[in-house]
Antibody, heavy 117, light 106 residues
Framework: EVQLVESGGGLVQPGGSLRLSCVAS????????MHWVRQSTGKGLEWVSA???????YYPESVKGRFTTSRDNSKKSLYLQMKSLRAEDTALYFC???????????WGRGTLVSVSS | SYDLAQTPSVSVAPGQTASINCSGD??????VSWYQQKSGQSPVLVIH???KRPSGIPERFSGSNSGNTATLTISGTQPMDEGDYYC?????????FGGGTKLTVL
């Protein structure tokens, strides 16, 4: 079955760190760009990071310098290392497969990150 | 930064046509994709690259993009189409989402 499964979410204090993981199955992981997208409760979607098939990474200004994304093709896994977490980072974090450089054609179910004291 | 604007909500009667717009500067020069998100579920791609429909997406979903506006059209809207719809574009290695439109099927 073609799917993405996220894990690693939880409750963390402001200023803390957390590492999210996404395991892929059912497709050749190394052939695809991979992304993290987050959604705060009741809010819209916000792109967080990308790791393309060549291993290059990209971030929006809102997380640049605090979040690091990486991938391990041998484990069919995508990671998001988050540090200096803020209350506004509280969200459901989705792993998504990128296509053609433009869009996302496969989404996981998400893992919830809560930043609170 | 590049912004995409969407009307927060759209209502449509069952069987009628729903149009959901997404606006941005010279949006017609970029590819636009659309995602449907039902309550409590993950987003699902319904249109990519302006007007291409993924396999498994009903033919009643169509898209267009010209000038400053992209439009997702749902013909013969069904109650199961109710949910949030997000447009998305790409610029300079940044992936951008619109704020979303809540579609209510009355």
């Amino acid at each position: 079955e073609v799917q993405l499964v996220e894990s690693g979410g939880g409750l963390v204090q402001p200023g803390g760190s957390l590492r999210l993981s996404c395991v892929a199955s059912g497709f050749i992981f190394s052939d695809f760009d991979m992304h993290w997208v987050r959604q705060s409760t009741g809010k819209g979607l916000e792109w967080v990071s990308a790791a393309d098939a060549a291993g290059d990474t990209y971030y929006p200004e809102s997380v640049k310098g605090r979040f690091t994304t990486s991938r391990d093709n041998s484990k069919k896994s995508l990671y998001l290392q988050m540090k200096s977490l803020r209350a506004e980072d509280t969200a459901l974090y989705f792993c998504a497969r990128g296509r053609a450089g433009w869009f996302f054609d496969l989404w996981g179910r998400g893992t919830l990150v809560s930043v609170s004291s | 930064s590049y912004d995409l604007a969407q009307t927060p909500s759209v209502s449509v009667a069952p069987g009628q046509t729903a149009s959901i717009n997404c606006s941005g500067d010279k949006l017609g020069d970029r590819y636009v994709s659309w995602y449907q998100q039902k309550s409590g579920q993950s987003p699902v791609l319904v249109i990519h690259e302006d007007d291409k429909r993924p396999s498994g997406i009903p033919e009643r979903f169509s898209g267009s993009n010209s000038g400053n506006t992209a439009t997702l059209t749902i013909s013969g809207t069904q109650p199961m189409d109710e949910g949030d719809y997000y447009c998305q574009a790409w610029e300079n290695s940044i992936w951008i989402f619109g704020g979303g439109t809540k579609l209510t099927v009355l």
